[in-house]
């Protein structure tokens, strides 16, 4: 059984801090990503990476970056933290083995920015 | 651009009575579909996707190639079907799947 994991399930950070958040899979899933989940606006894409140090921009990767230093662990940075990103941020990893990649969601983290 | 669209952000139905779901996408190619669910705290997790043309917890969905629709149906609807559902799709050339919007499905007793 596929597990997600997510090191936050609540953050609360002021504007202008540097946020990490990390998500960690243990089915060695080539690919990872990272959405946030807005009411109404569905799952936005911010980064998602293919292989380890790999990366690449999603639908709104501005105001973050990512890490994958290693195949099982995806870091997602707010460099300088404003309240236009509070939200819940899903990760989620997916497998070429599956033809259909399905993805696998992590528990998610609410993160309040004030 | 390839797109999922969810019409609507609230359906609310009785226990019992048929529930339908809607999704459309924009054409591109045969595309691989699913329907993803998140209960009341719990994670996102896959509901059923059209490629193994299951029936999950009671749910279906059907392709419909002419009016790019991927509906999800159940024909009695259950209180522990209240959830988030949301439709989508694996792009073109695989990695990235896109979510609709998301509908939210309360099932009144």
């Known amino acids: 059984d596929v597990k997600v994991t997510q090191s936050s399930r609540y953050l609360v950070k002021r504007t202008g801090e540097k946020v990490f958040l990390e998500c960690v899979q243990d089915?060695?899933?080539?690919?990872m990503f990272w959405y946030r989940q807005d009411p109404g606006l569905g799952l936005r894409l911010i980064y998602f990476s293919y292989d380890v140090k790999m990366k690449e921009k999603g639908d709104i990767p501005e105001g973050y970056s990512v890490s994958r230093e290693k195949k099982e662990r995806f870091s997602l940075i707010l460099e300088s933290a404003s309240t236009n990103q509070t939200s819940m941020y899903l990760c989620?990893?997916?497998?070429?083995?599956?033809?259909?990649?399905?993805?696998?969601f992590g528990p998610g983290t609410r993160l309040l920015v004030l | 651009a390839q797109r999922v669209t969810q019409p609507e952000k609230l359906l609310s139905v009785f226990k019992g009575a048929p529930v339908e779901l809607k999704c459309n996408y924009s054409y591109s190619g045969s595309p691989e579909l699913f329907w993803y669910v998140q209960y009341s705290r719990q994670r996102l997790q896959l509901l059923l996707r059209h490629i193994s043309r299951e029936s999950i917890k009671g749910f279906t969905a059907d392709l419909n190639k002419g009016e790019t629709s991927f509906h999800l149906k159940k024909p009695f609807a259950q209180e522990e079907d209240s959830a988030m559902y949301y439709c989508a799709r694996l792009l073109t050339g695989g990695f990235k799947t896109i979510f609709g919007a998301g509908t939210r499905l309360f099932v009144k007793a």
């Open positions: 989620a990893s997916s497998t070429h083995r599956d033809t259909t990649e399905t993805q696998y």
């Open positions: 089915m060695d899933h080539e690919n």
